[in-house]
């Protein structure tokens, strides 16, 4: 197997036109042999873009791309040593599951009994092996995505290429597909790139997740560290559900220490924390951003020295957990998750706390994440 390695990768469409757009702007990349690799952020970041460019599919039109020891910018397709998974399958609907695993095999006349053990092999590790008879329409939409696996499986590519594979499926398949394509890394040992926008196959997927936004890489890690320490406000937002709460301040000294107040007209005032209070002892009174996640609250009394005010705008209760929408005096929203089912009415008065020591703050013109 082998690595993947961008070099100042760009990606322009219609250059030197008035209508060019620079899709992938100078990313550098390094994904492991072996490894998987998630490429992660919303419509329009470049991520299926980059996959493309590694595929063959598109041009590059700056930079290096090697897989392995060798630069792949001019080389074909065919010989990159690729296997590709689409979102839509890409089946021939006249031919058997077999056949349609077999296509790219016969097409290199790969001799017939090599065809027949690989196919085989592939159908015992993907459970297809009683549908090899049969034709995509009298499969499943998950029994199909692992017909397009095992078309990737048997040509036994040096790296793997998912584009958002899971996209048409119900959310039930999607969950059994995330668990059959991770136990099929495993099992392969293969290095992997898969590209979604879903925060949630990212985190339960990937070795290393790489965040992109507007052509660019915002930061690449494992997924809990990227959980726990985001780069950015982008990433802090973008990875999670419910996404981060962010309060827009500034730290000022009060009461012989240090507390975020709000921007707003009758701001919130939060005592900070030690360690919160080292990091923001060099921004007093510039814009910050205080970003709390919505599992690190929890109810109190109103007399609690931390207590947020709050009254409730909307309640999900999911049966695990509760996630309620919260609004501030000053008119700040919160999302709060709590265990088990919280019966909260639209106007309840709820009285929160913040776990500062999971708290994070950014600063509010980079928008990057202080401190360690």
Do not use: W
């Amino acid at each position: 197997m082998s690595g993947v390695t961008l070099k100042k990768l760009n990606k322009t469409y219609s250059p030197g036109s008035k209508d060019a757009f620079h899709a992938v702007k100078g990313i550098d990349l390094e994904i492991r042999d072996k490894e998987f690799m998630v490429l992660v952020g919303p419509s329009g970041c470049g991520k299926s873009t980059t996959l493309r460019m590694i595929a063959g599919l598109e041009e590059v039109t700056g930079g290096d791309l090697y897989i392995g020891d060798t630069r792949m910018n001019d080389v074909l397709p065919k010989h990159r040593g690729i296997a590709m998974v689409f979102q839509n399958y890409a089946l021939y609907p006249h031919m058997t599951v077999a056949d349609n695993m077999a296509f790219g095999l016969k097409l290199r006349k790969t001799p017939k009994d090599e065809i027949k053990r690989r196919v085989d092999e592939a159908g015992e590790i993907l459970g297809l092996t009683s549908m090899l008879g049969r034709k995509p329409k009298a499969l499943s939409g998950g029994q199909r995505q692992r017909v397009a696996l095992g078309r990737a499986i048997v040509r036994q590519p040096d790296v793997f290429l998912f584009d958002e594979p899971l996209s048409n499926l119900d959310a039930k398949m999607r969950v059994q597909m995330r668990a059959e394509i991770s136990k099929l890394h495993a099992s392969l040992d293969a290095t992997m790139i898969y590209v979604t926008h879903d925060q949630t196959e990212a985190m339960t997927m990937g070795d290393r997740i790489c965040v992109m936004k507007d052509g660019k890489i915002m930061q690449v890690d494992e997924p809990i560290n990227i959980y726990q320490k985001p780069a950015d406000m982008f990433t802090a937002g973008f990875i999670g559900l419910p996404q981060m709460n962010f309060l827009h301040g500034s730290v000022v000294e009060a009461d012989g220490g240090l507390c975020f107040a709000g921007s707003n007209s009758q701001p919130l005032r939060i005592p900070l924390n030690e360690r919160l209070s080292q990091i923001a002892q060099a921004h007093l009174g510039k814009p910050l951003v205080l970003g709390m996640r919505p599992e690190h609250f929890t109810r109190c009394a109103d007399d609690d020295a931390a207590a947020i005010s709050t009254h409730v705008e909307m309640g999900e209760p999911l049966g695990a957990e509760s996630f309620i929408h919260l609004l501030t005096p000053a008119g700040d929203k919160l999302v709060v998750r709590l265990a088990g089912i919280v019966q909260s009415g639209i106007g309840q008065a709820l009285y929160v706390k913040p776990n500062l020591d999971e708290a994070h703050l950014f600063e509010g013109e980079t928008e990057l994440r202080l401190g360690e």
